[in-house]
């Protein structure tokens, strides 16, 4: 729900937009001076009605006491003017002034009562600020603390002001203990229009979209997203599914996101708006230069659902445009559609597909480069499919490593890619900044070390989710010679037969290991049971399953012949009881390996 504010509205908002749990302010980066302003606005008179709907269609308790009159305009004008008053001066004197605040001087608790569920009804929602910028000298991304003191720190004072005042008039007393929440927006984004050129029909319409050029979060962010869990594949097209398009471009905003070495154009409509500022914590911010000059993909979350009903029952879908040299993806404006794995696995799709077009073999798994305390160092890539240990086992890696590492740097917590140098050496290289990563494989305590960084997705929820930066964008495009590479392999016991890594002998038995895929699920999509995709990624191999296998083959084989320990590793996370205990032993194993093979090849 889009409300646009009158000509001449208090609050210089452009417009309020509503949708679930989640309310978006759109500015030109000019909010209240005082809280005389704020509650005289505009905007607080629009949030009052909206709490006053709210309570009377709930027949909340919080009705028992107030006046009847609630439901017609001139009951609500009364009462919306007691508080505006309350808010300056104590309720005995406002009483004497304002219409109606007589009923209240016996019971004034049940006013308190309101403005304590007023604030609280204000603060359930994940808030928003889109600040917009013109170009020039004097835009605010040429001084972004600047705005984002004056508009996010400015309304959270404001509001949790107003929010005491209010109370300590009513009340006549003071409050003994002081909660500093964020009262005003959990998010701020500075945004602009900037000037670049559509590399094909499709995305013209996309023009007056504004960039996202700076992002503000008061973490910890929690949000909870209408779903929890991704279904389905991104299914290859062979028409743009964004030609004909059309758009309210005020109800959109871009993520110009550095995903590996490409700019992917990410464009999410305002119901997924959470979602699409929390890419800040996964990918780093493409740079002015980068949207300049132009992307190697676009992807649009939250497309109209009549525009794709042509794709079927569920339309997540990609467009390979050979002749533009672009590739396009879109997925509809959809509750279902509503979880962040639907926005992360089609950027890292159309990364696949890009890298593969030139030459890189992209992998499914996580890649970290480990520093030993004795110098040496290893670079250990695990492959697998969603859910099989590959993040967890590192993460144990990290916990149980301590005396033996001096450092993990993470270059891939999902998705990356491989070349081969003129060496002959196989090359990794990471997409993301940070990392998505199941809450309940953590190990403990580490959540909330990260907790002043993190956003928790459906916390209450199965498949809860923290997303946390792990890394610089200098570091995973650096390039790292690879000294293991091991299949996570999440479903087999451990026994004399299946060790916990099991060395692979040649290249075709090895590729015959990932090409088969093999998997438990572990509720983190809709798939169950044990599963088989090629080479443990859906993600654009098996779409593009010639030129991969190739690639491929040419990897494999330089890998083996370059001395690479190719492997698996049994992490037994979806063998019950072993969730936790799996990844730590398979972690174990690791790091026995690796210091016995760098001391190896020290001496």
Request: some cysteine.
């Amino acid at each position: 729900m889009k409300i646009t504010p009158p000509e001449k509205a208090d609050l210089f908002l452009t417009n309020l937009f509503w949708h679930g749990k989640q309310v978006i302010l759109r500015s030109d980066g000019i909010l209240c001076a005082n809280a005389y302003e704020l509650v005289h606005s505009w905007a607080f008179e629009t949030v009052f009605s909206l709490f006053v709907d709210h309570i009377l269609e709930e027949q909340d308790s919080v009705l028992n006491g107030m006046t009847s009159d609630l439901e017609t305009e001139e009951g609500r004008q009364r009462l919306l003017s007691l508080l505006r008053t309350v808010a300056e001066v104590p309720f005995e004197n406002a009483a004497r002034v304002i219409p109606g605040a007589e009923h209240y001087q016996s019971n004034p608790r049940a006013l308190y009562l309101f403005v304590e569920a007023f604030y609280d009804y204000w603060r359930s929602y994940d808030r928003y600020l889109v600040c917009h910028s013109e170009q020039g000298p004097r835009s605010h991304d040429k001084r972004p603390y600047r705005t984002f003191n004056a508009t996010i720190e400015r309304l959270t004072g404001l509001i949790r002001s107003l929010y005491r005042d209010m109370c300590e008039n009513i009340t006549g007393d003071h409050s003994r203990i002081y909660r500093q929440v964020a009262a005003g927006c959990n998010v701020g984004v500075i945004a602009t229009r900037k000037e670049w050129n559509p590399p094909n029909p499709g995305t013209l319409a996309l023009t007056d979209i504004p960039f996202i050029r700076q992002v503000l979060i008061n973490p910890p962010l929690i949000i909870d997203p209408p779903e929890n869990r991704r279904s389905g594949q991104f299914i290859k097209v062979d028409r743009d599914p964004l030609e004909g398009l059309e758009l309210e471009s005020d109800e959109w905003l871009c993520y110009p996101a550095q995903v590996g070495p490409l700019s992917i154009f990410i464009y999410f409509h305002h119901i997924f708006m959470g979602l699409g500022c929390s890419l800040a914590n996964l990918f780093e911010l493409g740079s002015d230069e980068m949207i300049a000059s132009g992307p190697d993909a676009v992807f649009m979350y939250g497309v109209p659902p009549g525009h794709l009903a042509e794709y079927g029952d569920v339309p997540t879908v990609f467009f390979d445009d050979d002749v533009n040299g672009i590739l396009t993806g879109a997925i509809p404006g959809e509750d279902r559609f509503g979880y962040f794995g639907y926005l992360k696995k089609m950027a890292l799709t159309l990364h696949n597909i890009k890298m593969m077009k030139r030459g890189r073999m992209p992998f499914h798994g996580a890649m970290a480069r480990i520093m030993l305390r004795n110098g040496n160092e290893a670079t250990v890539l695990v492959m697998g499919e969603t859910a099989t240990g590959k993040s967890e086992t590192l993460e144990a890696l990290r916990f149980i490593g301590r005396k033996f590492i001096r450092n993990i740097s993470i270059i891939s917590d999902d998705m990356g890619s491989l070349e081969i140098d003129e060496e002959g050496r196989v090359l990794g290289y990471g997409t993301e900044t940070g990392a998505f990563i199941r809450l309940d494989d953590l190990q403990r305590g580490y959540a909330l070390k990260q907790i002043n960084r993190a956003i928790i997705m459906s916390p209450q929820k199965a498949n809860a989710r923290v997303l946390i930066p792990v890394n610089f964008i200098e570091e995973i495009l650096k390039g790292y010679p690879v000294d293991y590479i091991l299949y996570a392999n999440n479903y087999e016991q451990v026994d004399a037969d299946h060790p916990v890594i099991q060395t692979l002998p040649t290249a075709e038995v090895a590729m015959a290991v990932f090409r088969e895929g093999a998997a438990m699920s572990k509720g983190t999509t809709t798939s169950t049971g044990l599963t088989h995709s090629y080479f443990a990624n859906i993600f654009g191999p098996p779409q593009y399953r010639e030129v991969h296998e190739e690639l491929a083959v040419r990897i494999f084989h330089a890998a083996f012949a370059s001395g690479t320990l190719i492997g698996q590793m049994r992490t037994r996370l979806a063998v019950p009881g072993f969730e936790r205990e799996g990844p730590l032993l398979a972690a174990t194993e690791l790091l026995r390996l690796i210091t016995e093979n760098e001391e190896g090849k020290n001496l």
